[in-house]
């Protein structure tokens, strides 16, 4: 691989990413100018700010020509999941659905952190998870579908993409790191399933749709689902509220960031995630078990056994597996380190 | 799972398409009514609706294959000054709305015709072009055109008409008039806002590209 440096300018070769630490002035990193342009915090001193490559300077990068192919493949992957269908997927979703700008942009939660930050120990499933396991997670609860194994090729040219994203960033970084994950602004004092609902309606289905099933053309989802079967399932990290609050204040609608408003935001994210979709591969078959086992690290923040008011129905009381069926995600529930718990 | 599938060239029927708000309830439109009705269309959209290039001059827009439900959203504005054309709106309001919908479903049904305008376009200027129409620059912000406008750039549902294989100059004169505010009838300023964030060069390259898109018919 081509040595990169760290420096405070951007070099006049193809440099395949920049990373700039403290003090920066703008004009290092001209990329994201017109993120600030357009409202999204500029970065403060003491962030880490990472541009990553995109596909062009893959094509000119100094690197063995398979591995260009493995992590094309990777990006085919990410962006086009769906070719995993019946597979590993078994919704309407790509890892683009949500993860915008093909996986790069700030605030649209940019992957190649993960491959900077892993392995690390996550809240989700309570152990030291490494890059693999962390995509593996996307396919159970994401995708509602079953990850492809550990060390398998796919597996391989996914991570391999999201560290080629990383190219540069230094390994462990000590600093916050700029336009990371889906930011929720402030979450506002109530929020209302009727303002969502109107707001959805005025906004968001023009795309998505009255019953939020997205729009399929050509063989293709245009606009993904947002509830239903062709949606993410209960255990997916956008059903949490300031999950889903974050990604719509930062991204909706699309090409129009930050047009809503902070309630707005909140509002939306709180109709969307109180509709119904598959169960959480978690569930054992009583949702006050899972709330209990999983409230404190995750469902705390979601509407997951909530009731709703307008009409009595109990969110995610069900066992909808959705197309996946009987197919269980083999990573769910397997823990590690039981030696080190003692 | 829902499954929807639009089947653009039958503009028989016109449905409410599977957007939202924006698309107004349709008449049902005959095509063979529609033909007769179009017989003022066809001196600049041509009788086989293809339209035509017209360089350094206002381009007709391709109408062959456009979904019917926009073809008749767009009649509607021009009719009702919500889309500003000074050579559409007396055509557009010599129609009534019964003659609207035939209008737009005998286009609609045409079999696609191919685009000019994008010849002459060099390699860089084409390679931009198809990156910002399937990748998008979001470092500039600007959401790839298939984002909405569908696989190929061949439209999504009936809001987001196809724009793959539609002449360079009109899609050109469309994207500038967002940019300038004097085309404000897109949904939501969805258009509106990508386009505004789009260079000179942007527009130049993503209109050649999309020229040289050929599209079988349906």
């Given amino acids: 691989m081509t040595p990169h440096k760290t420096t405070l300018g951007r070099t006049a070769l193809a440099v395949a990413g920049a990373t700039l630490a403290a003090g920066v002035s703008m004009a290092a990193w001209a990329e994201y100018e017109t993120l600030v342009e357009m409202g999204y915090p500029a970065p403060q001193e003491g962030e880490l700010v990472h541009v990553p490559p995109t596909m062009a300077d893959l094509e000119q990068a100094d690197i063995h020509p398979e591995l260009k192919q493995v992590i094309h493949r990777g990006y085919e992957l990410f962006t086009d999941t769906q070719q995993l269908r019946g597979k590993n997927v078994f919704n309407d979703m790509n890892c683009s659905s949500c993860h915008l700008g093909e996986g790069r942009q700030p605030f649209s939660a940019p992957v190649w952190p993960a491959a900077v930050t892993l392995p690390d120990f996550r809240g989700k499933n309570q152990h030291v998870n490494n890059l693999e396991e962390r995509i593996a997670g996307c396919f159970a609860y994401s995708m509602n579908g079953t990850p492809p194994a550990y060390g398998s090729d796919d597996m391989l040219a996914l991570s391999a993409y999201h560290q080629w994203l990383a190219t540069g960033a230094p390994m462990y970084p000590d600093q916050p790191i700029y336009g990371r994950g889906f930011p929720a602004p402030e979450r506002p004092e109530s929020l209302s399933y009727a303002r969502g609902e109107a707001l959805y309606a005025e906004q968001c289905a023009i795309c998505h749709s009255d019953d939020g099933a997205g729009l399929y053309q050509d063989g293709e989802y245009v606009f993904p689902a947002l509830w239903g079967d062709g949606s993410n399932n209960w255990g997916a990290g956008i059903v949490r509220t300031h999950t889903a609050a974050g990604f719509i204040k930062n991204n909706m609608p699309l090409g129009q960031p930050l047009s809503l408003s902070d309630q707005q935001a909140w509002d939306l994210a709180y109709y969307m995630t109180r509709q119904e979709r598959p169960q959480d591969p978690r569930f054992t078959g009583d949702v006050d078990e899972v709330l209990e086992r999983f409230g404190a690290t995750f469902h705390k923040n979601s509407s997951y056994g909530e009731v709703r008011e307008h009409d009595g129905h109990r969110l995610a009381d069900h066992a909808n597996w959705g197309e996946k069926g009987d197919v269980v995600p083999w990573n769910v529930g397997v823990p590690r380190f039981e030696d080190l718990k003692d | ?218």
């Fill in chain 2, 1 to 218: 799972m829902r499954t929807v599938r639009i089947a653009r060239g039958l503009g028989l029927l016109l449905s409410l398409g599977l957007a939202g708000g924006q698309v107004q309830a349709q008449q049902a439109g005959d095509a063979a009514r529609g033909q007769q009705a179009a017989a003022t269309c066809v001196a600049c959209h041509q009788a086989d609706g293809s339209g035509m290039h017209v360089a350094g001059g206002e381009s007709w827009p391709r109408l062959a294959g456009l979904p019917a439900a926009y073809i008749a959203k767009q009649l509607h504005d021009f009719k009702a000054g919500r889309r500003q054309n000074a050579s559409m709106m007396p055509f557009a309001s010599m129609l009534d709305d019964q003659q609207i919908a035939d209008v737009a479903a005998y286009f609609s049904q045409l079999p696609m015709t191919d685009a000019q305008g994008g010849e002459a376009a060099d390699e860089a200027l084409l390679r931009r072009g198809e990156q910002l129409a399937t990748r998008g620059d979001w470092d500039a912000y600007i959401v790839s055109c298939k984002s909405c406008h569908g696989p190929g750039n061949q439209g999504a549902g009936s809001t987001f008409p196809g724009i793959a294989n539609q002449h360079a100059g009109y899609i050109e004169a469309q994207l500038r008039a967002w940019q300038k505010g004097t085309r404000a009838n897109d949904p939501q300023n969805l258009m509106g806002a990508i386009a505004q964030r789009m260079s000179d060069r942007d527009i130049r390259a993503v209109s050649a590209w999309l020229a040289n898109q050929s599209v079988a018919s349906d």
